[in-house]
C-alpha cells in the first residue's frame, strides 16, 4: 500500500463528504478509492469512517487522523514547492464561505485584487448565512462575524463590527429623527431576521448603560442588502452592521441616528480547519484580507468622527 496515497484518498473522501465525489476529484474509480481507504484502516488497525447508505462521519480516532493527514500532506506540499523553488508563487483551489453582505462588502474584493498578484490562485466561494461546517463540507476558510463555531477551529481576528442606525433623508423629512432609542417605537423598522433578537435592538450610551428597546415595521428579511435597499428608497429605520452601510453614508444616501448611542459591537474573524500549517495559497489569503479589512477600518473610522 502507498501510505501517502491511502492518505490523501481518505482526506479527499472526508472533505469532499462522498467516495463518488472524492473519486471523481483524485480521477480514480470509485471501488478503487474505497479499497484504499480500507487497507489504510487495515493497517491502522482502527476504523475511521463511519459509513451509511446516507452520509459519512469520522469516528473519533478518525477526527485525530484525518487532521494530523491534512498536516502531513500540507508538509508534504510545501517541501516539494520549495525543492521546486514555486514556493512564492500559490497555485490551486481555495474553497471559501461567508455571509452574504461580508460577500459583497469585503470578500468579493479581496478576492479581486488578491487575483491581481496570485493570477494561478483559482476561489470557489459558497455565499451563506448559515454557520457551515468547513470539516464536514471541505472548505478551506470562512469569514465569519461574531461566533467562530467548533473548538475544532483555528481563528485570526480580522476586525470588528459595530451596528449602527440609520435611516434615508427622505424617511427622516416625512416622520422626523429620534432623540433617544425608547422613541423607535414610533417608527417604521426593518428587521434582520438571522439577527439574535431580530425585534430587540441595544444600544448604550456614553455612560455605558444599556438600552433596550422593542422594535417592528412593516420589513423583515433575511437580507441585510434588500433591507439597505428599501432604507435607502425611504421605507423606514434599519440597524445594520456599519461593513454593510459605509457607502450609502458616503454617498448621503442614509443617515447615521443617535450618534450619542453605540450600537451592539462584534468582531469579525477568519477561519479555518484546526492544523499546524495553512496552505500557502491560503495563509497568503488570510493576510491579504486581514490588510483590506484594516484599510477599511481606518476609512471607516474617519468617517463616523
Not at 479527499?12 to 467516495?19: K, L, N, W
Not at 457551515?132 to 470588528?160: K, N, Q
Not at 439574535?196 to 437580507?223: C, I, K, M, Y
Request: aromatic content about 8%; some cysteine; proline content about 4%.
Amino acid at each position: 500500500m502507498d501510505r501517502w496515497l491511502a492518505m490523501d484518498a481518505f482526506v479527499r473522501v472526508v472533505e469532499s463528504g462522498s467516495f463518488v465525489a472524492a473519486a471523481e476529484r483524485l480521477g480514480l474509480s470509485t471501488s478503487s478509492l474505497s479499497r484504499l481507504v480500507a487497507e489504510l484502516e487495515q493497517h491502522l488497525g482502527a476504523r475511521l469512517l463511519n459509513r451509511t447508505t446516507r452520509r459519512l462521519s469520522l469516528t473519533e480516532s478518525g477526527q485525530s487522523y484525518y487532521e494530523r493527514c491534512v498536516t502531513l500532506l500540507a508538509d508534504l506540499a510545501e517541501a516539494e514547492a520549495i525543492a521546486g523553488q514555486a514556493a512564492a508563487e500559490p497555485r490551486g483551489t481555495i474553497r471559501l464561505t461567508c455571509s452574504f453582505s461580508m460577500a459583497e462588502q469585503r470578500v468579493a474584493p479581496a478576492i479581486a485584487t488578491f487575483s491581481e498578484t496570485h493570477a494561478l490562485v483559482k476561489f470557489e466561494l459558497v455565499v451563506s448565512d448559515r454557520m457551515v461546517d468547513l470539516v464536514e463540507e471541505g472548505f478551506d476558510l470562512a469569514i465569519r462575524v461574531g461566533p467562530v463555531g467548533s473548538d475544532r477551529l483555528v481563528a485570526r481576528r480580522l476586525g470588528s463590527m459595530q451596528g449602527l442606525l440609520c435611516a434615508a433623508p427622505s424617511y427622516l423629512a416625512r416622520h422626523g429623527t429620534p432623540a433617544a432609542p425608547g422613541d423607535l417605537v414610533r417608527f417604521n423598522t426593518l428587521t434582520y431576521a438571522y439577527a439574535s433578537a431580530p425585534r430587540q435592538w441595544t444600544f448604550t450610551d456614553r455612560d455605558g448603560r444599556p438600552h433596550e428597546v422593542r422594535v417592528s415595521g412593516t420589513l423583515h428579511a433575511n437580507s441585510g442588502d434588500a433591507l439597505r435597499s428599501a432604507a435607502i428608497r425611504g421605507l423606514g429605520i434599519i440597524y445594520e452592521p456599519d461593513f454593510l452601510l459605509q457607502d450609502a453614508l458616503r454617498q448621503g444616501e442614509l443617515v447615521r441616528l443617535l450618534p450619542d448611542y453605540e450600537g451592539s459591537r462584534g468582531d469579525i474573524w477568519a477561519v479555518y480547519p484546526s492544523r499546524r500549517h495553512l496552505s500557502l495559497k491560503v495563509r497568503l489569503f488570510v493576510d491579504h484580507i486581514a490588510a483590506a479589512f484594516t484599510a477599511a477600518a481606518i476609512a471607516d473610522s474617519a468617517l463616523q468622527q
